[in-house]
Each structure stands twice: as structure tokens, then as C-alpha cells.
């Protein structure tokens, strides 16, 4: 069992906050149930670079949370859902200011992410059905 060395700082909201959506995908799996993605292998069709391993993992990190509430449906082969807690949707105000925030900054963002040499490469996949979804409401 994983033990942490620092001990978790949660004396400000901003903390808090950022333990919850700490990890890469956890914004953009909450994005996707909120639109009604809720199977697992849906959701890893609109994260192609995220591994089922890693999604699984946030996902079950989300879950333990108690953002998200998993359904599982006694067939065969099993069945497994997701949606978001009612905590959960008052998150999404966030995501979405974040997803914003992203677009409106998005010339000067992707040049300097460019000159990042971590950067092997810009996926825009992950986003597109974000941005589909955004201005279809529009």
C-alpha cells in the first residue's frame, strides 16, 4: 500500500481542491460523464492517449472521493456506470472555467507548450469533443 512521505497540506480550499483533481485525466473524465459519457470504454474513446490502466486508477480515485458514483448492473457480461455525485456537479463550474480559460489563451499556450522538450507531441483529441459540446450549446 502506497505510503506518502509529505504529509498532505489541506489547510486552504486551494489545496483541497488540487488534491481531488490532481492527475492528468481526472478534469476531462469529469467532463465526459457530465455529458453523459458514462461507460468506461467510452470514456477511454474520448481519451485515446489516457491508458485503461491510468483511467481505471482515476476513475477508482474519483469514485473513492466521492465525486463520481459507479453503478455496476448485474448481467453477464457485467455492466458498469458512471455519474457524477452531486459534489461532483458542483465542480464542473470549475472545469469549465478551466476549459475556458484554456480556448481564450490557447495561441500563446500551445507556443509555449511547443518549446517545452518534455513535449513530444500536442494531442488535440482529448478537447475536440469538449469544444464540439461547447459550441453546439452556443
Known sequence: MYERKIPLTIDCGLHLTREILNGKWKPAILNAISMN???PSEIGRTLPDATRRVLSAQLKELEEH????KKIYPQLPPKVEYSLSEIGWSLMPIIDAMNI???QNRDFL???IAKDPKITKMSKSPCELIRRETSDEK
Open 37 to 39: 459519457i458514462k461507460r
Open 66 to 69: 466521492g465525486i463520481i458514483e
Open 101 to 103: 480559460w484554456g480556448d
Open 110 to 112: 500551445e507556443k509555449v
